[in-house]
């Protein structure tokens, strides 16, 4: 047997369902509480009437498999998954059962007789089910009259044994996420835990008392077919994770064809509104130069990726953010930008589309920078080098011939506001603009724009490895996001084999707003422990006088969160007024005001 092409499941938000066209479809809703459709990436280019294309987000996903060895054709296919993380972690979706293995398994369904369709096997699920933080692993097996097996990823000789043998044999295994990540109230996971499939609608008290964990969406385009585990991460991955953001970030993987544009674009996936909680949203499109933007405006740009960033900057100062930050990389970015006519909001002009200074050149800090919040980043001291070389191969045109090719950097140039903060250079000559950043004050916005892969950086000569590009990451990350959201190096962690998964490892114990703040009349309390220790969190009222302890107790290094029912330790309710917060740890005594709205 051979487990052929596939359509990965897509990371996704929640969801509802819309009029069905060629099947059940789902559209994106605005409610980050809700639950998301299982879906694929599947385009059906067929027009509803003449001269019109739509574009469909089936909630199945689809394998192909082929009897290569003529072996009197496949007679089974069931993809195992598993749930690795979020509200549903270590449970399965009705009416499946988590096996011995840790997977549920899913029978899969041949998709019809016709030639075409019968080497094409189908898999749904309860579109009803899961839940923003879930994350689910899974992969294929096959097999054929003849008792041949065959898996994909390809790697397995017989069913997984378990998924962490699984995903080792396999190389990581695929995945899916549904977005944004959400810290539960403990009430709903509670509940959750004790029910058989865990298939339970949050309450409106619930959902008032959980809250976005993260502030940074990285969505991805270099790695269509990303899988699970440590080693898959992309370049910028690494690069978060060694600055202390492992557990802080959201991805989302583009799915797509053609790149990850069209169908697997957030644009298709997500509303402006289910995004208001990102206070940056980094986009990296690699190589890609068509459809990185797609606007809607034929069929194969489905979507309206332009507009969807222009209306989530434009309502960057009512957001639950705060802020908005939109980090745009890429060798082509500049083109790109410049053919969806996004170079205008930016204030980014396209000098070349290949920088002339050298095939590897530097890239160094040329400038200052003033962030919309005020805050102002020195450039001049980076540099950093490219490396631009690559052993590339792709088809070229139908004679199926390869070549291979350099990366072709493109040159920028920045029109006021905007800044030209780093130029590519050689020997200490600066020339063509590399970064450009834009700020927007009165809207609360900041925009950078790079004209390089992020795979490419590397440190200048005589550096310490990996120096350059973290101060640049880290700087940037700096100016781009409030205090709450920022995080540090854990010093204690190889800073490229940092944590997976969890809430961040950050060096600095950090006391995060409550959420809802006025509340009425649970609100959920939460910090980040950097060390180990006893740890004291009060309530007190503004005479000093305490309320309630909620935690007095040894804690382990990690995030946490506790919910306050507006109630003394009497277990009366309190009045409606200004209260207080305070954490002691062994590093810290800090306080947040809290308000009760009766």
């Known amino acids: 047997d051979d487990l052929g092409a596939r359509w990965n499941a897509q990371d996704a938000f929640a969801s509802e369902p819309s009029p069905p066209f060629w099947g059940e479809n789902f559209t994106p809703s605005t409610d980050r509480f809700g639950t998301c459709d299982f879906a694929s990436t599947i385009l059906d280019m067929q027009s509803r009437e003449v001269g019109t294309w739509t574009a469909n987000t089936r909630d199945s996903i689809v394998v192909h498999v082929v009897d290569q060895r003529d072996a009197g054709g496949v007679t089974r296919v069931d993809l195992y998954g598993a749930i690795i993380a979020g509200p549903h972690h270590g449970k399965a979706p009705p009416p499946l059962s988590v096996g011995a293995n840790g997977f549920f398994q899913v029978p899969a369904t041949r998709s019809g007789t016709s030639e075409y369709r019968r080497d094409w096997w189908f898999v749904d699920l309860d579109d009803d089910y899961f839940r923003d933080g879930d994350v689910m692993v899974y992969c294929w097996t096959a097999q054929d009259a003849s008792g041949g097996f065959s898996s994909n990823p390809p790697g397995l000789v017989d069913v997984p044994v378990s998924v962490a043998q699984a995903e080792a044999d396999l190389g990581g295994l695929l995945e899916v996420s549904f977005l944004p990540t959400i810290d539960w109230d403990p009430a709903y996971l509670a509940r959750i835990e004790q029910h058989p499939s865990g298939k339970l609608e949050p309450t409106a008290g619930e959902r008032a008392n959980s809250r976005q964990r993260t502030c940074i969406l990285y969505s991805q385009m270099v790695n269509g077919e990303r899988r699970s585990g440590p080693a898959n991460r992309t370049s910028f991955m690494y690069t978060l994770d060694a600055l202390g953001y492992a557990g802080t970030y959201d991805v989302y993987d583009h799915n797509g064809p053609l790149g990850g544009a069209t169908n697997g674009h957030i644009a298709g996936r997500a509303t402006v509104e289910q995004a208001r909680g990102y206070a940056l949203i980094i986009q990296e499109s690699g190589r890609i130069r068509y459809y990185a933007f797609p606007d809607g405006s034929d069929h194969e740009r489905f979507f309206d990726q332009v507009r969807w960033y222009r209306d989530w900057l434009a309502q960057a100062s009512q957001s639950a953010a705060g802020g908005a930050t939109l980090w745009l990389l890429g060798d082509n970015v500049g083109e790109a930008l410049e053919e969806a006519a996004l170079a205008q909001d930016f204030g980014v002009t396209l000098v070349s589309e290949n920088q002339t200074v050298a095939p590897n050149p530097d890239v160094a800090g040329d400038a200052r920078f003033t962030w919309a919040r005020g805050a102002t980043s020195d450039f001049t001291g980076d540099r950093l080098s ?103 190096p854990d010093p204690n962690t190889d800073a490229w084999d940092p944590p997976q998964t969890g809430a961040a490892r950050s060096i600095v114990t950090r006391q995060h707003p409550n959420v809802p703040n006025p509340f009425n009349p649970m609100t959920l309390l939460s910090f980040d422990l950097a060390h180990a220790g006893h740890v004291e969190l009060c309530i007190y009222d503004v005479a000093g006088r305490k309320v309630r302890t909620l935690i007095d107790a040894w804690l382990e290094r990690d995030h946490h969160t506790v919910v306050w029912d507006g109630r003394d330790d009497a277990g009366q309710a309190v009045s409606s007024g200004v209260y207080v917060s305070r954490l002691v740890t062994t590093d810290h005594d800090g306080t947040r005001k809290l308000i009760v709205l009766r």
């Open 386 to 488: 490219l490396q631009s070389f690559r052993c590339q191969s792709w088809v070229t045109g139908w004679s199926g011939r390869s070549r291979v090719a350099r990366a072709r950097y493109d040159a920028l140039d920045a029109v006021a506001p905007a800044v030209v903060t780093h130029r590519y250079g050689q020997d200490g000559t600066l020339a063509d603009g590399a970064v450009v950043a834009k700020a927007d004050a009165s809207g609360a916005w900041n925009s950078v724009v790079m004209g390089f892969s992020w795979a490419d950086t590397r440190e200048p000569s005589g550096a310490p490895p990996g120096l350059s590009e973290m101060d640049l990451a880290q700087t940037i990350l700096r100016g781009a996001l409030p205090l709450e959201c920022q995080r540090d």
